[in-house]
């Protein structure tokens, strides 16, 4: 189903991740909760302790289709990989859940004093801050290099399938055995026979999902390799001569 989502959002023209739009929503509503809260301890003024209030009410309503967006994208651009920037923003997504709910119940208190609001309001903005590092990790070690023409298939099927992992033609679970210097890559009858059937060196299944072909046709996979080739391996790769390799 969340495929099929992609699918369709892709012929309409979107071919982004659903996530990233939906973070300004709960993040902005928080910074704007700070600031009232800011407001409140300056002047006094119980418009500003209930304009921080509402705003931390948005953040609470707007933090669910943000996290349901973010576990499509990682589903369906990660495969699901348990990485440590996704572990990260799901921790820190559940503590933010636990605080803005806090917030709420502990602002619905009869005279409570303005210091407590304002440490949980600070609480809550080191946490956004905190999902946006991670977001940003996920993001900017995802960018991948300007290529041909010719190439930009591949290129799409690896920013939408591989880069999670393999950013820049690295290897986000094994740094020191990136994609760019695999052994698969020697020729594309190697490198697809990997990608149906991956395993680790010893013949353990690892935490990279198998390929099937509908997952990733001929065709994809075709490109996929030329683009690897071509685009992330060419200046990194000499002659036949590749290190060990062990892919996710």
Same mark, same amino acid.
């Given at each position: 189903?969340?495929?099929?989502?992609?699918?369709?959002?892709? &012929?309409?023209?979107?071919?982004?991740?659903?996530?990233?739009?939906?973070?300004?929503?709960?993040?902005?509503? #928080?910074? #704007?909760?700070?600031?009232?809260?800011?407001?409140?301890?300056?002047?006094?003024?119980?418009?500003?302790?209930?304009?921080? =209030?509402?705003?931390?009410?948005?953040?609470?309503?707007?933090?669910?289709? +943000?996290?349901?967006?973010?576990? *499509?994208?990682?589903? =369906?651009?990660?495969?699901?990989?348990?990485?440590?920037?996704? @572990?990260? &923003?799901?921790?820190?997504? +559940?503590?933010?859940?636990?605080?803005?709910?806090?917030?709420?119940?502990?602002?619905?208190?009869?005279? #409570?004093?303005?210091?407590?609001?304002?440490? /949980?309001? *600070?609480?809550?903005?080191?946490?956004?801050?905190?999902?946006?590092?991670?977001?940003?990790?996920?993001?900017?070690?995802?960018?991948?290099?300007?290529?041909?023409?010719?190439?930009?298939?591949?290129?799409?099927?690896?920013?939408?399938?591989?880069?999670?992992?393999?950013? $820049?033609?690295?290897?986000? /679970?094994? !740094?020191?055995?990136?994609?760019?210097?695999?052994?698969? /890559?020697?020729?594309?009858?190697?490198?697809?026979?990997?990608?149906?059937?991956? &395993? /680790?060196? $010893?013949?353990?299944?690892?935490?990279?999902?198998?390929?099937?072909?509908?997952?990733?046709?001929?065709? @994809?996979?075709?490109?996929?390799?030329?683009?690897?080739?071509?685009?992330?391996? &060419?200046?990194?790769?000499?002659?036949?001569?590749? !290190?060990?390799?062990? $892919?996710?």
């Amino acid at each position: 189903m969340i495929d099929r989502l992609y699918e369709l959002l892709g &012929k309409m023209g979107y071919i982004h991740p659903l996530h990233p739009p939906f973070t300004h929503g709960p993040i902005g509503a #928080v910074i #704007v909760a700070f600031c009232f809260g800011l407001g409140m301890l300056l002047w006094r003024r119980q418009n500003f302790f209930q304009s921080a =209030y509402y705003a931390v009410a948005i953040a609470l309503v707007l933090l669910f289709p +943000t996290v349901l967006a973010g576990i *499509m994208d990682w589903q =369906y651009y990660y495969s699901g990989a348990w990485i440590f920037p996704i @572990q990260m &923003k799901i921790a820190l997504a +559940t503590l933010l859940l636990i605080l803005l709910s806090i917030t709420l119940i502990v602002g619905r208190i009869p005279n #409570v004093h303005p210091s407590i609001m304002m440490l /949980l309001l *600070m609480l809550c903005l080191f946490n956004v801050l905190g999902l946006g590092y991670f977001g940003g990790q996920l993001v900017y070690e995802g960018r991948t290099p300007s290529v041909s023409e010719a190439l930009l298939p591949g290129r799409h099927v690896f920013v939408s399938r591989c880069s999670g992992c393999h950013a $820049n033609g690295g290897n986000i /679970l094994y !740094p020191n055995l990136p994609l760019r210097t695999a052994p698969q /890559l020697a020729s594309y009858e190697e490198f697809i026979a990997f990608v149906r059937d991956p &395993k /680790l060196p $010893n013949g353990s299944i690892g935490p990279m999902p198998v390929f099937t072909q509908h997952d990733l046709s001929d065709q @994809q996979a075709r490109a996929l390799y030329e683009y690897i080739i071509n685009g992330l391996a &060419k200046s990194t790769r000499s002659g036949n001569q590749y !290190p060990s390799f062990q $892919n996710e």
